[in-house]
């Protein structure tokens, strides 16, 4: 059974963490991030890499032929994912090569990844950060967790301030949950915890 932990609200979203990655996540959206290489010469691991195989190899091969380099920015959008994906679509999103790896990456990766939903009406986003997959250590992504929720409540901020202009529509956005291996649930959910409950993040 797939462990979920509600963390909190911010601007009427809820905010979750789940154990389970981008080919798992039963939302409407699930979002994957990746390097245009693997780090100390790693090999493709984790949960990217059931992505990978659920997608017939087809972010790697991509990858390779230059169709999607994975640079940092660029992104990958499958509005039709086959069967062996639980969500309605999938987004995957260029961390750049994980050597120029920062927390600022990752806060980028996240704001993305809410901005596609001024474009598609979705009620529900996954992210796997996929950094530990990508090969960098878990002492090479101290910071991320801070980062990412950064990321998450300053578009959240951006969405509302360009609401309250008449500028976009209601953001149908409900629900964000950050994916992460089950090994380090307890440890991920305690850290996004506090990071949500900081003054700095507290909720509208």
Known sequence: MTQVQTLGTYRNVAVDVAGW?????????????????????????????????ALGGTLTAMRKDGLFRAERGESLFLSAPPASVAAKALLVIGLGAPEDWSPAVME???????????????????LAASMLDGGLTPAETA??????????????????????????????????????????????????????????TSTD
């Open 21 to 53: 990655d981008s080919t798992a996540a039963t939302v409407d959206l699930s979002c994957a991030c990746m390097f245009s290489h693997e780090a100390h010469g790693a090999t493709l691991g984790g949960g990217l890499a059931h992505l990978d195989d």
């Open 143 to 200: 910071g991320a967790s801070s980062a990412m929720l950064r990321g998450l409540t300053t578009a959240l901020d951006a969405a509302a301030h360009l609401r309250a202009m008449n500028f976009v529509e209601p953001l149908t956005l409900t629900r964000w949950v950050f994916d992460v291996g089950i090994a380090r649930f307890d440890a991920a959910a305690a850290q996004f915890r506090a990071e949500l409950a900081a003054p700095s």
């Open 108 to 126: 980028s990766a996240v704001r993305q990844a809410v901005g596609a939903a001024f474009f598609r009406p979705v009620r529900s986003i996954a």
